[in-house]
Every structure is written in structure tokens, then in C-alpha cells.
């Protein structure tokens, strides 16, 4: 149990257009989910907290109009990285937290979308 | 969230334990200890976690000092599928809502077959 998938796996863009990743808990609702970036060599980085049906809280130094963030359901939230550009390059990864006894909180994460911007 | 401390790298023998150590001597009372690691290419996943005792599941044993200022993962019989960044991270109990995960550099574990 408690998978989280993303779509595309990868994805080739070129510089200027939008790209739509999606995270989606395919066995559990999620509330809350956290979008990640990742650079070569470097540790996840935090980008926004998305939370079911309001609006996305950001990290700072991370543009909000550029990655567009919507938690419409339980169960999917997307990232649109907008007019994105060579430096956008990079790994994305979503999480989901399955609350277990209220206690504590376990994070499940999905498998990582690899964005290249040409 | 309390900072943790970790070896850059460590090496292991194919089929022999691994113990990979973390340092927390910030933690407080309510931080529980996590581990996740990451496979080159995909997606951190959730290892282990404990609070006083330790703790076993079917992927590791997590080992945590009596003081808690310290706490120690260990791999029973390594596998080269084990090569991953190994990442410890405090996170004080939750109720009702989710928080983030703070990941530092972790240990890149190599495992030689």
C-alpha cells in the first residue's frame, strides 16, 4: 500500500513552454502533498506544500506564478512549471503523508519526474 | 527540526551488515527519528523510524542510543540493491497535519559485491 505515482517520468521541453507534471496516491487520500526539486548531485529541496483545495504555500525564493501548483482532489496534485527555461532542469518529486495514529506522519514519495529544458 | 549528522560515504561487502551512523545531539523529547533512502534515479522511500526503543521491520533495524543524541541504521545483509543515499531526518510528532521533510546530504552507501 501506500503508493505514489507521477506522470511523465520524463519529459523534453523546449525553452519557453509549460509542462505539467502530475502526482497522484494511487491506495490513500492525501491531504497533503509536498513537491520536491531536485538538483545533480545535490539533496531535495523543498519547493511548496500543496494542500486538498485551497492554495499552495511556497517556499521561499520559489516563484509561485512560475510553478503552478493545484491540489483539486484527495488524490492528485499537479506542478506547471511555466515558460520554463534551461535553468528549470531538474528533478521533481511529489510526496503524500499517510497520518498513521495521529502521532506521527510517514511520507510516501513518488517516483520523480526528470525535466530537461533545451 | 533538530539538526543530524552524517558520514559523506561508507562502503559495505556484498551479504555482510552495514551500520550507518547519524548524530542528532539537538533532538528534543517529541522528535522522532526517521530514515528514508534514495536509489539513484527515484524517489526517496521511507526506511524506518522510531522514538526510544528500537525498532525492527522486514527492510532494517534501527538502533537508538539510550541518551538519543545518536542513532544507528543497520542492514542486516546488505545487497548491491541497498546502494543508495541513506538520509536521517528528526521530525517532532505530528497531530492532524503533515509537514515536510528537511533532508540533508545523507550517506551514500556503496556496496561492493
Known amino acids: 500500500g501506500a503508493v505514489v505515482s507521477q506522470h511523465p517520468s520524463r519529459v523534453i521541453c523546449k525553452s519557453g513552454t509549460s509542462v505539467k507534471i502530475e502526482c497522484r496516491s494511487l491506495?490513500?487520500?492525501?491531504?497533503?502533498m509536498f513537491w520536491y526539486r531536485q538538483f545533480p548531485k545535490q539533496s531535495l529541496m523543498l519547493m511548496a506544500t500543496?494542500?486538498?483545495?485551497?492554495?499552495?504555500?511556497?517556499e521561499q525564493g520559489v516563484e509561485k506564478d512560475k510553478f503552478l501548483i493545484n491540489h483539486a482532489s484527495l488524490t492528485l496534485s499537479t506542478l506547471t512549471v511555466t515558460s520554463a527555461h534551461p535553468e528549470d532542469s531538474s528533478f521533481y518529486i511529489c510526496?503524500?503523508?499517510?497520518?498513521?495514529?495521529?502521532?506521527?506522519?510517514?511520507?510516501?514519495f513518488g517516483p520523480g519526474t526528470r525535466l530537461t529544458v533545451l | 527540526d533538530a539538526k543530524t549528522t552524517q558520514p559523506n560515504s561508507m562502503e559495505s561487502n556484498e551479504e555482510e551488515p552495514v551500520h550507518l551512523p547519524c548524530n542528532h545531539s539537538?533532538?528534543?523529547?517529541?522528535?522522532?527519528i526517521h530514515w528514508y533512502r534514495q536509489l539513484p534515479s527515484q524517489g526517496p522511500e521511507y526506511v524506518i523510524h522510531?522514538?526510544?526503543s528500537n525498532v525492527n521491520n522486514r527492510m532494517a533495524s534501527l538502533a537508538i542510543a539510550e541518551d538519543r543524541k545518536s542513532s544507528t541504521l543497520i542492514l542486516h545483509r546488505a545487497t548491491l540493491r541497498d546502494a543508495a543515499v541513506y538520509y536521517c531526518?528528526?521530525?517532532?510528532?505530528?497531530?492532524?497535519?503533515?509537514?515536510?521533510?528537511?533532508f540533508g546530504s545523507g550517506t551514500q552507501l556503496t556496496v561492493l559485491p
Open positions: 510526496s503524500a503523508s499517510l497520518l498513521a495514529g495521529g502521532y506521527t506522519d510517514t511520507q510516501y
Open positions: 539537538t533532538i528534543s523529547g517529541t522528535d522522532y
Open positions: 531526518i528528526l521530525r517532532k510528532s505530528t497531530s492532524g497535519s503533515a509537514r515536510q521533510l528537511t
Open positions: 500543496s494542500n486538498e483545495g485551497s492554495k499552495a504555500t511556497y
Open positions: 491506495d490513500f487520500q492525501a491531504t497533503t
Open positions: 522510531g522514538l526510544t
